[in-house]
């Protein structure tokens, strides 16, 4: 598993929680919520869920000087939690891609 090391800049994560959410608030699904293709691999939703977290720590935040007044920050990070949650662990992996091809999932 590769992860870059972050290199936003403070306007560059303002972006990116400022879009991030706003796919949050068009309901989009958990991959093109970490930025990824559906059905992406167990090791890109790590790796993708890792940058994207470190970015939106509060210890990071206030290094670049952004405050999370309106919690955006923290909401995109339990969003992107749950997120990662779902898409790594198989049974909820599956069943939560049978709801986005529009099947009812399976009972175990």
């Not at 958990?30 to 890792?50: I, K, N, Q």
């Not at 000087?65 to 779902?86: P, S, V, Y």
């Not at 198989?90 to 009812?104: C, K, Q």
């Amino acid at each position: 598993m590769t992860v870059r090391f972050s290199t936003l800049a403070a306007r560059e994560v303002k972006a990116l929680i400022s879009a991030r959410c706003a796919l949050l608030d068009r309901g989009v699904d958990h991959f093109r919520l970490l930025d990824l293709e559906v059905g992406a691999p167990v090791e890109a939703v790590w790796s993708a869920y890792l940058e994207l977290a470190r970015y939106l720590q509060p210890d990071r935040l206030a290094q670049l000087g952004i405050t999370d007044e309106t919690f955006e920050a923290q909401r995109l990070l339990a969003q992107a939690g749950i997120a990662f949650t779902t898409l790594t662990d198989p049974v909820r992996r599956g069943e939560y891609l049978a709801t986005l091809r529009g099947a009812a999932p399976s009972a175990p």
